[in-house]
């Protein structure tokens, strides 16, 4: 079973908005990884941060995370467009052997110009 | 550096058939994992190999198997197709364990 649970599932804003989207996990982490797909393709790396990290930026990303809550934050700023795609996190667990990612249902993110 | 790459990225199959999907790695990465993605069950983990050797595997039937070459390249074999075997079929290779995972095209293996 998956062990990542995102909310919410769909987000529809407009453009010049802001977007995030929250993910919960079950167990003790290594790191957290965030991705996005678009429309059934392959997944593209957003942001990896470790468990003891507790905020990570890259570009209009914004990442947060608290194990105490076992949850993490992905704050899109200034929402383009192009930034349209379904969003997942994705945990390594502490006794996970080997490459091993449980990844969460995802987040539709709607960006309208 | 080239991405990873996934071949073939379309397969159409009959049920009681076998497929085997390959992925090539970005040069230098050792760890090959394997996804199954479904609208049902999400993105769910098949299983993991590190230089040849598989370290892990999710709960999947025996039907679906792998393997890594010593260039780093895997296969994935599915046997026996069934119905619910129609996905997305992903891999990613990282550097090391806890390092991101860089994720390929994906296979879309249809059952009919």
Redesign the interface.
């Known amino acids: 079973s998956q062990q990542g649970e995102e909310d919410p599932q769909a987000l529809s804003i407009q453009e010049g908005e802001n977007a995030t989207m929250n993910c919960s996990y079950k167990t003790s982490i290594n790191n957290l990884q965030w991705y996005r797909q678009n429309s059934g393709r392959g997944l593209v790396h957003l942001i990896l941060i470790r468990s003891n990290e507790r905020e990570k930026h890259s570009g209009r990303l914004r990442v947060t995370l608290d194990t105490s809550k076992k949850s993490s934050s992905l704050l899109i700023t200034a929402s383009r467009a192009a930034d349209t795609a379904s969003y997942f996190c994705a945990t390594d667990g502490v006794y996970n052997q080997g490459g091993k990612l449980i990844f969460g249902q995802g987040t539709e993110l709607s960006v309208k110009p | 550096k080239a991405g990873?790459t996934q071949t073939p990225r379309y397969l159409i199959k009959t049920r009681g058939q076998q497929v085997t999907l390959s992925c090539s790695p970005i040069s230098g990465h050792r760890?090959v994992?394997w996804?199954q993605?479904t609208p049902g069950q999400?993105?769910?983990?098949l299983f993991?190999y590190?230089s040849e050797t598989?370290?892990?595997k999710?709960n999947f039937p025996g039907r679906f198997s792998g393997r890594q070459f010593s260039n780093s390249r895997s296969e994935m074999n599915v046997s026996t197709l069934e119905l619910g075997d129609s996905a997305?079929y992903?891999c990613?290779s990282?550097l090391v364990?806890?390092?991101?995972?860089?994720?390929?095209?994906?296979t879309?293996l249809t059952v009919l």
């Open positions: 990873v760890s994992s996804y993605q999400g993105l769910q983990f993991e590190f598989q370290r892990n999710g997305l992903l990613a990282s364990q806890g390092a991101e995972q860089f994720f390929g095209p994906g879309r």
